[in-house]
């Protein structure tokens, strides 16, 4: 399973980004989907999660109300729909997989695309 994540840049702060993970699995519905980031010296942290069928969706508080968790099945992708973006946004978005576990934790998904860097200007 690989996974690509693309739509990172520049933005200004108030600005918008849609953040891309396309990923190479036969049966990517089956995958629940997880978005993270790392911001400079920072842990990588929760961002989104979304179940496999799309039911259950998460986030973490700081983004509540700013970013939208999305996914195709039949484009085998998943989505982050991020608005008024602040310059604490700042890092490198990771897209995460795994077949059986969904939630918050980094350590339950199994396979990680390399990261698209997002980079909000104040």
């Known amino acids: 399973v690989q996974l690509q994540a693309s739509g990172g840049g520049l933005v200004q702060a108030g600005g918008s980004l849609r953040l891309s993970c396309e990923v190479s699995?036969?049966?990517?519905?089956?995958?629940?989907m997880g978005w993270f980031r790392q911001g400079p010296g920072k842990e990588r942290e929760f961002v989104a999660a979304?179940?496999?069928?799309?039911?259950?969706?998460a986030y973490a508080d700081s983004v509540k109300g700013r970013f939208t968790i999305s996914r195709d099945n039949a484009k085998n992708t998943v989505y982050l729909q991020m608005n008024s973006l602040k310059p604490e946004d700042t890092a490198v978005y990771y897209c995460?997989?795994?077949?059986?576990?969904?939630?918050?934790?980094?350590?339950?998904?199994?396979?990680w695309g390399l990261g698209t860097k997002v980079t909000v200007s104040s």
């Open positions: 699995a036969r049966t990517f519905s089956s995958y629940h």
């Open positions: 979304i179940s496999s069928s799309g039911g259950r969706i």
């Open positions: 995460a997989a795994s077949l059986s576990n969904y939630g918050t934790n980094q350590y339950a998904y199994d396979f």
